[in-house]
């Protein structure tokens, strides 16, 4: 099946640094990736939707300032954190869809802790 | 306002017997309802699907029943084995596939299988 990565799979950072996370699909060219958070005992919460070559598309109440995606090729999606803060802290998860397999496929996730 | 609900946090079942694994959803505007597996460690992975179209979709010791007009849908395992032991995640979407995004989560139930 079509594998998804993500690094670093878990930081811990000082409030107010930026982090990047990123995702790669492995195996296959993803025209779409997700990001995903999810705080504790909460459900995975879409935050935004990027394309390869486009700007993302966020989802109402994520800060598309805070939150840079930036999607440079067909199997690459970063995220960056900017000026982090504790309330940050959170379980990013990230996906990519490709046409042929009309299926999300996730990542295994990024631990972010903000002290 | 959580749209996709799933009110077990956890279940507990024996090796051999049925695991019935419930959601319930708010929104009749849902059109394709999707079953996800997550191991610790690893991103969710896509185990099965039903559109609402159907009532009922079957795949190995897999099946999901979907109650349109309760908002409800099940995933029943039989038999249970211990390496179905994880996470499950029911998701919503408004589109055929949830191929674009827009998976609507639930909080999880934790299915713990004893030999």
């Known amino acids: 099946g079509a594998v998804v990565s993500q690094h670093p799979s878990w930081v811990i950072c000082k409030s107010g640094t930026s982090v990047k996370i990123e995702c790669r699909s492995l195996?296959?060219?993803?025209?779409?990736m997700f990001w995903y958070r999810q705080f504790p005992k909460q459900s995975l919460m879409l935050m935004a939707t990027?394309?390869?070559?486009?700007?993302?598309?966020?989802e109402q109440g994520v800060e598309k300032d805070k939150f840079l995606i930036n999607h440079a090729s067909l199997t690459l999606s970063t995220l960056t954190v900017t000026s982090a803060h504790p309330e940050d802290s959170s379980f990013y998860i990230c996906?990519?869809?490709?046409?042929?397999?009309?299926?999300?496929?996730f990542g295994p996730g990024t631990r972010l802790t903000v002290l | 306002d959580q749209q996709v609900k799933q009110n077990s946090p956890s279940l507990s079942v024996q090796e051999g017997r049925i695991s019935i694994l419930n959601c319930d959803y708010t929104?009749?505007?849902?059109?394709?309802f999707l079953w996800y597996k997550k191991y610790p460690a690893e991103g969710p992975t896509f185990l099965i699907s039903?559109?609402?179209?159907?009532d009922k979709n079957e795949d190995g010791r897999f099946t999901v029943f979907l109650n349109k007009s309760a908002k409800h849908l099940s995933l029943h395992i039989v038999p249970s084995q211990p390496g179905d032991s994880a996470v499950y995640f029911c998701?919503?979407?408004?589109?055929?596939?949830?191929?674009?995004?827009?998976?609507?989560f639930g909080k999880g139930t934790k299915l713990s299988v004893k030999p």
């Open positions: 996906s990519a869809f490709s046409p042929p397999y009309n299926e999300q496929f």
């Open positions: 195996d296959f060219q993803a025209t779409t």
């Open positions: 990027s394309n390869e070559g486009s700007k993302a598309t966020y």
């Open positions: 929104n009749s505007m849902f059109d394709y």
């Open positions: 039903i559109s609402s179209i159907k």
């Open positions: 998701a919503a979407s408004f589109n055929y596939g949830g191929s674009q995004g827009n998976l609507i």
